[in-house]
């Protein structure tokens, strides 16, 4: 993010700020919840679940997402976020997030108010957070972790990277698994199974790249479906694009979408997808910690990974030996596969599955929501 840029966001952050500081200081409101979902707006998030859960419980609740800070020079959404959103975010006792809130770091949160962190995914593989960033950008962020009273996890492992992403001590962080996965758990126990069996579903998933334009896998979708399509009709291809490269990509779409190719990148619910679908195809994104649950193969597809490693973001553990599957470099050979798999998964190993389970989860139940309840007492 350029400086100049940056600044201009750092006078919204402020005004957020007077704003919610003002408000802070009328009387918070006992049963009253507040949700920022900057990242998935959708019921089936994170916060989705919780805000449904505490809501059942007979709390208010209020909620923001990514659309709701993004008003250019819309005059009436810019009011409704400087000054209502933030007079309901200052009267809550509790703040959920499923994304780091810069602005938080410049509100004065009143000690009495729980904040809450589930964030939007439910383990890593890559560098993220506070282990990334750098300068201004860093300080901001750091500012607002600190604000954090909870970071909700789902395993040890998980808690002892995070520790160090979002800067908290130990104390602050607690295994009680994810919400989002509950239905995943649910749907895997009860082997509701919701996949079509006239077709061979692919959901193909890849994360974000930051210094290479585009997102380079994502062009070679054409090459892949022509090696598909050729051989084996009833393969479905479900193309999940990362936030960040939909928004770029935007009316060039049409540029992955011939054949048996379908654009799901604006469905919110991503539990649905992952359930539709026989495989995984992704490389460095968190989605096959979800999509593991299900018990199905997972393909990585990595041709930049050298660059990814040592250029980008980079790992926590050796990627290839950390990965639940195997690791292509090449769309031929990622194709093959597909291929194979299609006429029968059952020759896909599963034992890699089963050992990354092991350390991505303390609890393999669909109780996740009703412990981070506990935990806050709501």
Known sequence: MANEELEK??????LFAFFYDLWAKLPRKKKSVFFVMTHDGGLTGNCG??????????????????SNTEFGKNIHKAFKFFVVDSFHMAGSHTIFLDNTFLPLGFCNVGNDVRVAMLW????????FGLDTTEGKLKELE?????????????????????KGCFGLPYEKIYVTGN?????????HDEN???RDKDKFTVLFATTFREGIPGDAPYYEIRTLLRKLSGRNRKIQLMLRLHPHVAEELKGRSEYFMFGNCVDVSGQDNLNLLMRKADV?????????????ILNRPILFYAPDLDYYREEERGFYEDYESFVPGPVYRRIDELAEEILNLSSDT????????????DKAYAYRDSNSAARIMEVLKL
């Open 120 to 127: 939007h995914g439910t383990g890593t593989i890559k560098r």
């Open 179 to 187: 919400p989002r996965c509950d239905e995943l758990f649910r749907a």
């Open 9 to 14: 966001k750092i006078k919204g952050y402020r």
């Open 49 to 66: 679940v919780m805000l449904k859960a505490v809501g059942e419980k007979g709390y208010k609740t209020y909620a923001i997402n990514r």
């Open 280 to 292: 995984l195809v992704t490389d460095y994104s968190s989605i096959c910690y979800d999509f593991a």
């Open 142 to 162: 750091a500012a607002s972790d600190a604000k954090i009273t909870h970071l909700f996890v789902a395993s040890e492992y998980t808690k002892q990277i995070y």
């Open 192 to 194: 509701d199974d919701v």
């Open 346 to 357: 059952a020759k896909h190993d599963l034992l890699k599955i089963d050992s990354f389970m």
